[in-house]
């Protein structure tokens, strides 16, 4: 599991998802309260320590506890399908990653509890289903720059991830007031919700 938490963390530090968190995160303007679902280790809030109070909620309570003492994130065991938060309690609710693991009509409930949640709007980005992104996960498992796990479970991800019109769909069952979805290089997505 740490191997992987930490390929995780290289990831997104090389290969753009602490850069299009921040941007899509640069469109609530300023932001005081944060909370990440499906946060892991934490390591995107981290990224933006100009932010007041940021939350890391998890399923997994060993996914928090890694590297804990490196950072001032808070950190919450929770279901991000029922959130242990009242309504309007943050400013903006995130996520990374996370939403290929749920079907379609499980992310729109996510997205309608994130947006209970959130008082200003909420910003998910994940990787895009295209061949680009699957041959490349595949090469740094054939390479062994991935540890075991991620060589499995990156090529997974990839092939459940959304297209652009999926991810749109999504965004429409939402029942937000505004919603986008953007484009984010390499191979990403990001859906913007405001209330």
């Given amino acids: 599991m740490e191997r992987s938490l930490r390929d995780l963390r290289r990831i997104n530090r090389f290969l753009g998802g602490v850069w ?7 469109r609530f303007g300023k932001v005081r309260s944060l909370l990440d679902l499906g946060a892991g280790t934490g390591d995107l809030l981290e990224s933006v320590p100009s932010v007041p109070l ?3 909620l998890d399923f997994k309570i060993d996914h928090l506890l890694y590297l804990r003492e490196s950072s001032r994130v808070l ?13 309007s309690s943050v400013d903006v609710l995130t996520s990374s990653h996370f939403f290929h693991h749920f079907t379609p009509d499980e992310n729109a409930a996510m997205l309608r509890e994130a ?5 200003i ?13 699957l041959l490349f996960v595949q090469l740094l498992g054939a390479l062994r720059l991935v540890g075991r796990i991620t060589r499995f479970d990156a090529p997974a991800s990839v092939r459940r991830g959304y ?6 769909d999504v965004a429409r069952k939402s029942g937000a007031a505004k919603a986008i979805v953007v484009r984010a290089f390499p191979f990403r997505f990001g859906i913007l919700l405001w209330k």
């Fill in 20 to 26: 299009i968190y921040r941007r899509l995160l640069r």
């Fill in 54 to 56: 940021r939350i890391a």
């Fill in 75 to 87: 950190r919450v065991v929770g279901d991000a399908a029922h959130l242990p938060f009242r309504s």
């Fill in 115 to 119: 947006a209970r949640v959130a008082r």
């Fill in 121 to 133: 709007g909420v910003a998910v980005n994940d990787t895009r289903r295209h061949y680009a992104p």
């Fill in 163 to 168: 297209t652009v019109a999926e991810a749109k």
